[in-house]
């Protein structure tokens, strides 16, 4: 079935920092998209595909507003929604004293189930389409996910939490029944539908030797499935992981070891890595997901884009809720730019919505698949409005150039500037 929408059209090609500029991204003021069977069938000029259409064919025509591909959130914990904004502490303190025990109530899969349906919900609302996702160690907590994710037709990745040391009894699992969790999930979910699984190691100082070994033999048995966890986020972090692991040579090879780096793993946070990590990431292929809200809210730094795109790094943006402050993207391209000028570095706003759609993409390795208007590409896309409230309605009234209306987006807007999301060309 056509579906046809009409309107102020923006996507990207490439990385607006390797590229020209002009050849990053395609914009058309008055432009078509066309969809097939929920896939992207044709883009193009109004004035050159109009005449291709059959007459009776339905356009939906969106004279203000500008239509582009969803958001795209490589880091986020979906147990985490209801902690958000837990005052006063850095990372290891805030884990201990809010998150863990936030966590327990996911071995319950009704509470899971309740929670996804209002996480998914406001990632759609806020124009995320695609979302890389914690759960928590119970492996209930990703059946709830995938179920509602399921029902929403929706593309997502997610895991079970492998934890098996320096953490609470009751969020404890074993190497082995982790992995065997892990196994059973993958069987279960991998690739049904548009959902995919992510093999979960919360981050070095929570897992054993054995459990990350395990870690990295699910990678090799189960071809396709993602590695996700934290790195390098906080000094504090840093320095226990040395003490725990005096034979490895810093935080990223403690991961390196079990061989867990690859086109598929997503580290995030990344915000004090050595030049050496960053190369390795980058000859891995792996990828960063840069989480700026949540490095300030815990204090935990400011991340370096400029060392991550000298290696070579895949990089994506992640709201990291709940310690991220935003399920906005737009208010997370905001906390991106001021992380950027408070390293005397400037982040354009072509760059910027670029890492928010197709740079995602990438770093997930889904390009094609999801985060620009490819021939074939699934169709999730959203529109945004420009005027959304009084004050960016007389702000853009000064604007002349595309640059500047995005700039204005990612500086003022948030979820009010998202008037519609798409998913599979079905409006939700
Ligand atoms: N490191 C280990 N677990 C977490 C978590 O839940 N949130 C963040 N921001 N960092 C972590
Ligand atoms: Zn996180």
Request: aromatic share 10%.
């Amino acid at each position: 079935m056509l579906k046809v929408f009409r309107g102020e059209l923006l996507h990207f090609l490439a990385e607006p920092a390797k590229v020209s500029l002009q050849d990053s991204y395609q914009y058309i003021e008055d432009g078509l998209l066309i969809i097939k069977d929920g896939l992207v069938a044709e883009v193009g000029k109004a004035v050159d595909l109009l005449p291709t259409l059959d007459e009776n064919v339905d356009i939906t025509h969106y004279k203000s507003g500008l239509i582009m591909p969803g958001f795209i959130d490589t880091h986020v914990h979906y147990p985490q929604t209801e902690m958000i904004a837990s005052y006063g502490e850095q990372l290891l303190e805030w884990l201990e004293n809010y998150t863990f025990p936030f966590e327990r109530q996911f071995s319950d899969l009704a509470h899971g189930k309740k929670v996804a349906e209002f996480f998914l919900t406001q990632l759609l609302a806020a124009g995320t389409t695609t979302a890389l996702v914690f759960g928590t160690v119970h492996k209930e907590s990703v059946e709830a996910f995938f179920t509602i994710a399921q029902q929403k037709k929706l593309r997502m990745i997610c895991g079970k939490v492998l934890m098996d040391q320096n953490c609470p009894d009751y969020l404890s699992d074993t190497a082995q029944s982790g992995y065997d969790d892990s196994k059973a999930l993958i069987e279960k979910w991998h690739n049904v539908d548009r959902l995919q699984y992510a093999i979960t190691p919360r981050f070095a100082p929570t897992c054993s030797t054995e459990q990350l070994n395990k870690a990295g033999q699910l990678l090799r048995e189960n071809p396709g499935v993602y590695l996700h966890t934290h790195l390098s986020e906080n000094q504090a972090e840093i320095a226990w992981v040395e003490a725990l692991f005096p034979d490895s040579d810093g935080y990223l090879d403690v991961y390196d070891k079990s061989k867990l780096l690859g086109r598929r793993s997503v580290f995030a946070h990344g915000v004090h890595l050595h030049d050496s990590e960053c190369k390795r990431l980058g000859e891995t292929n792996s990828a960063i997901a840069f989480c700026p809200s949540s490095n300030l809210f815990l204090g935990s730094g400011l991340f370096n884009l400029q060392q991550a795109q000298k290696f070579d790094v895949n990089v994506g943006y992640g709201t990291d809720i709940g310690a991220g402050t935003t399920f906005s993207m737009l208010s997370t391209l905001n906390e991106a730019y001021k992380t950027q000028q408070l390293r005397a570095e400037k982040l354009d706003p072509f760059q910027s919505f670029y890492l928010a759609t197709l740079g995602g993409a990438i770093a997930l390795d889904l390009e094609g698949t999801i985060g620009n208007f490819t021939k074939g590409a699934e169709a999730d896309f959203i529109v945004l409005d420009y005027f959304a409230t009084p004050l960016i309605a007389r702000r853009m009234k000064h604007c002349k150039t595309l640059s500047e209306k995005l700039f204005i987006l990612s500086m003022i807007g948030d979820e009010r500037h998202i008037k519609s999301t798409y998913i599979m060309g079905e409006k939700v």
